[in-house]
């Protein structure tokens, strides 16, 4: 008995894949980068992340690609990270 499939090199061999775009390194805010930062400047950042989300959101509802819709839970994730960090500030004032 002869073997069913036999590897062989294919005449059209497959492309290789185009790399995956780097949407994270762009947004993602880190914790200890915010600390760093006054209170208004955090404000600051967290206005323009919910602005950049509101677009993020039309985008979504108009047919957007695939990389804004995978952006949308960076950006909310980042607002959430200023806010705590905000947070921990005016409590330490406190």
Same mark, same amino acid.
């Given at each position: 008995?002869? #073997?069913?499939?036999?590897?062989?090199?294919?005449?059209? /061999?497959?492309? /290789?894949?185009?790399?995956? #775009? !780097?949407? %994270?390194?762009? +947004?993602? +805010?880190?914790?200890?980068?915010?600390?760093?930062? *006054? @209170?208004?400047? =955090?404000?600051?950042? =967290?206005?323009?992340?919910?602005?950049?989300?509101?677009?993020?959101?039309?985008? &979504? +509802?108009?047919?957007? %690609?695939? @990389?804004?819709?995978?952006?949308?839970?960076? +950006?909310?994730? @980042?607002?959430?990270?200023?806010? *705590?960090?905000?947070? !921990? &500030?005016? &409590?330490?004032?406190?």
């Amino acid at each position: 008995l002869k #073997p069913r499939f036999q590897a062989h090199s294919h005449p059209f /061999p497959r492309p /290789p894949c185009p790399p995956r #775009p !780097q949407i %994270a390194a762009m +947004v993602r +805010v880190k914790a200890y980068e915010l600390r760093s930062k *006054t @209170s208004k400047e =955090l404000l600051k950042e =967290l206005d323009e992340m919910k602005g950049e989300l509101s677009q993020l959101r039309v985008a &979504k +509802v108009s047919g957007g %690609a695939a @990389s804004k819709l995978a952006k949308i839970k960076i +950006v909310r994730k @980042s607002i959430a990270r200023i806010l *705590t960090v905000y947070n !921990q &500030k005016q &409590k330490a004032e406190a």
